[in-house]
């Protein structure tokens, strides 16, 4: 069955980093645009990066610069290195997959950036 699970979450302080890890299976993994999303409390879900099959990124404007998304094809892995890190930068970041029209998640990792 289809699996997304994050890792790589914890506690920094303003302008650390972090650097996110979401491994895939169950998927052709190199054929999916993958997906980072994130929930900050009380906020609804907010989409954060994307990376296609040929690996052309696209980031909201609240991370471009900061963050870099990557994807390792043979790891079945997606990645969110994150740099110079806000305390709005806090919250819950989701792994998201396309999967024959569904939309799949990961359970989330925490990320949470002290001023």
């Known amino acids: 069955q289809v699996q997304l699970v994050e890792s790589g979450g914890g506690l920094v302080q303003a302008g650390g980093s972090l650097r996110l890890s979401c491994a895939a299976s169950?998927?052709?993994?190199?054929?999916?645009?993958m997906k980072w999303y994130r929930q900050a409390p009380r906020k609804e879900r907010e989409w954060v990066a994307q990376?296609?099959?040929?690996?052309?990124?696209d980031y909201a404007d609240s991370v471009k610069g900061r963050f870099t998304i990557s994807r390792d094809n043979a790891k079945n892995t997606v990645y969110l290195q994150m740099n110079s890190l806000k305390p709005d930068d806090t919250g819950v970041y989701y792994c998201?997959?396309?999967?024959?029209?569904?939309?799949?998640w990961g359970q989330g990792t925490q990320v949470t950036v002290s001023s």
């Open positions: 998201n997959a396309n999967v024959f029209g569904v939309s799949r």
């Open positions: 169950g998927i052709i993994f190199s054929g999916k645009t």
């Open positions: 990376i296609t099959s040929s690996s052309v990124t």
